[in-house]
């Protein structure tokens, strides 16, 4: 079971609370937890990544066991913390501004 937290507009969007748990078949790599979150909350489809690029959203960020890997390639796999649920997966909304 792969854990997974939204920042709070996604979590509205998707109308979940606290962390979203996952059952992922094969490799646990960026893609495969995105592919499931947007299969089971259809409504998410678009918000973390782009519908055509398929590349993740620039104000979103993908952290796992204190390290950004943001800029992993989608198919590398997650950390074994990560795979195996001892540890979330974070996708955060990055701020900016000035």
Known sequence: MIRV??????????HVSGEVKLDIQGA???RSVVDALEERYPMLRGAIRDHVTQKR?????FFACGEDLSHVQPDAPL????????????????IAGG
């Open 57 to 61: 959203r620039p104000f979103l960020r």
């Open 79 to 94: 950390p074994e913390a990560v795979a195996s649920g001892a540890e979330p997966l974070l996708i955060v909304g990055a």
């Open 28 to 30: 646990v790599t960026q």
């Open 5 to 14: 937290v939204l920042p709070p507009h996604l979590r509205g969007l998707a």
